[in-house]
């Protein structure tokens, strides 16, 4: 018991200098830091060789992220200093081993078992489980953070085309190399600590040795894996405002591959919030919401968001912090269209975005007028669900969707 209670105090005190470093070294963000924190400390009180992957797993991904900044800059349109990391990014890396070491002390407590089926299949699958984990998530980080510094042009995985740097689910050669040690660095850090740590005959010491070239098989199949599900299930576009390769459709992006399905965290969050288009008295004469607000919550956020776009000065930028996100605006004379999107936005794309929908209403209304939209309001929500569905950017081409216009009013 005295023992254990060691290790946890041991586990907190390692585990708080390391997440406090990273925070100041911009490795991690505030609620990287925080849950980093917990991850390690559990990771470590339970297991010496459990603490020692993890952590190999952590500084080598951070030295490898900020390696080749300025080159990375230059390509990676989502690219944050230090390659800051969020708590989500971290619940990914780590959630899943986390809930395999918790398993393992509920069998086992603190003991440090030899990797060893015929002793206990159950603890060496658990044991093996949390290994693969981080060797399949060090093998996927060396790969893409090294990869993308290659010389050599990437590949689409699924159809071998070349494509540009940045793409998901461009593989090159040297990606899939540092892929392979990435996995073998995680094994190897394993075995050598297993050999201080655990007290097993030499026979068994030696099979140890085996489960090297297993993580490297390990971490390029984790690379792989992430490359197939980038190229297929990740939207993968180049914009030619920010001349980069980016994960969200616009107006100014030319779709490379892949649908809208994931983004890198596995989590397919809404684009564009709301959008509101208002007159300078505050009468709101289009309003779409593409997040469940309540009916009192709406006239609340209309109201604020015509106090902040209409008292701005002109001089000023036409995009401005709204609560945690932030409004992009444009005006037309005495109309104000406003879009509601995340804080990392392209700004450029969604302005471009307004101008576009104002163009096709002024060539549907021909010379559209604030009452084309009063009397016909109907009409101005229908080309808006042909422009964007589900707070996403569907159709970019102003001929197509005044076309289909066309035949819906035939309809009628």
């Known amino acids: 018991m005295e023992a254990n209670l060691v290790q946890l105090v041991v586990a907190a005190l390692i585990s708080a200098i390391i997440a406090a470093r990273a925070y100041k070294k911009k490795s991690l963000n505030f609620s990287g830091a925080i849950l980093g924190f917990t991850v390690m400390t559990i990771h470590i009180a339970v297991n010496y060789r459990f603490g020692v992957v993890l952590l190999v797993f952590f500084f080598t991904s951070s030295k490898f992220t900020k390696f080749g900044e300025d080159k990375k800059r230059k390509v990676d349109a989502d690219f944050k200093e230090g390659g800051q990391r969020n708590w989500i990014q971290v619940l990914f890396n780590s959630g899943i081993a986390t809930i395999l070491v918790l398993i393992a002390w509920k069998l086992a407590g603190s003991k440090d078992n030899c990797l060893n089926s015929k002793e206990s299949s159950l603890m060496t699958a658990l044991m093996g489980g949390i290994i693969g984990h981080y060797c399949c998530c060090n093998g996927d980080t060396w790969s893409s953070e090294l990869g993308i510094l290659s010389e050599e042009q990437p590949r689409l995985i699924t159809t071998f085309k070349p494509v540009q740097r940045g793409t998901n689910g461009g593989v090159t050669k040297a990606g ?120 009192s919550e709406k006239h609340k956020v209309e109201y604020e968001v015509h106090r902040l776009v209409v008292n701005r000065d002109p001089k000023f930028t036409n995009f401005v912090e709204f609560r945690t996100h932030k409004v992009i605006y444009r005006r037309y004379a005495g109309l104000f269209f406003s879009l509601c999107v995340d804080m990392t936005d392209n700004e450029l794309a969604y302005l471009e975005s307004i101008h576009l929908f104002v163009e096709i209403l002024d060539h549907f209304f021909s010379n559209v007028c604030e009452l084309d939209l009063v009397f016909n309001f109907h009409k101005v929500y229908l080309i808006l669900d042909e422009f964007i569905l589900a707070g996403e950017l569907q159709e970019t081409s102003k001929k197509a969707i005044i076309e289909r216009m066309g035949e819906l009013e035939k309809q009628e």
């Not at 740590?197 to 490297?216: G, M, R, V």
């Not at 994960?247 to 892949?258: A, M, Q």
């Not at 919030?273 to 009468?283: A, D, S, T, V």
């Open 176 to 295: 899939l190399l540092a892929a392979a040690a990435g996995g073998s660095v995680i094994g190897l850090a394993f075995v050598l600590l297993g050999f201080l740590t655990t007290e097993c005959t030499f026979d068994i010491a030696l099979k140890q040795l085996l489960l090297i070239p297993l993580s490297a098989v390990a971490g390029l199949c984790g690379s792989v894996i992430d490359s197939l599900l980038g190229a297929t299930l990740q939207f993968s576009g180049f914009c030619s405002v920010r001349k980069k390769v980016v994960g969200k459709s616009g107006p100014t992006v030319k779709k490379i591959s892949g649908l809208s399905i994931l983004d890198n965290n596995a989590v397919n969050l809404v684009s564009i919030r709301f959008i509101l288009l208002q007159n300078r008295q505050g009468k709101t004469r289009l309003a779409k919401y593409y997040i469940p607000l309540e009916e």
